[in-house]
């Protein structure tokens, strides 16, 4: 079994893609300072180029992650490793994965799929649940 190279959060978040033939939005799941697992309906393949912007009630702007790179998918799931960010960027994810306080929003699953619209309704209500 291989190890973590870096420790990783459950989250949902949402974020948009942004690749050679196009945009696409999307839910970010697992997030750690090297990448994250990301569900969308974009159509993306093991080695594509792509921009992530991830959308953390935690922060006061969206983390922009300028290349990033595919290294799997399984059905509209995706293994995104990130190649490098925006300046600052780098240093606000790993704050986030290592230090912040993190609402558990979930028991399902890991692998568990779920359907885009009942997720970003579910971020949705968390973020106004932490506002208040």
């Not at 974020?15 to 839910?27: C, F, H, K, R």
Request: net charge negative.
């Amino acid at each position: 079994m291989q190890l973590r190279s870096s420790p990783r959060i459950y989250v949902r978040y949402p974020a948009s893609v942004q690749t050679d033939n196009g945009a696409a939005e999307g839910i970010l799941f697992d997030l750690s300072a090297t990448g994250c697992r990301m569900q969308s309906n974009v159509a993306l393949t093991q080695g594509s180029y792509l921009a992530l912007h991830i959308e953390a009630p935690e922060t006061e702007s969206p983390l922009a992650v300028e290349v990033s790179i595919v290294r799997w998918h399984k059905d509209n799931q995706f293994g995104i490793e990130f190649l490098r960010y925006a300046q600052g960027v780098r240093d606000r994810v790993t704050d986030l994965v290592e230090g912040s306080e993190v609402l558990a929003v979930s028991n399902l699953a890991e692998d568990e799929e779920l359907p885009l619209s009942t997720v970003a309704m579910s971020t949705i209500s968390l973020s106004s649940a932490n506002c208040l």
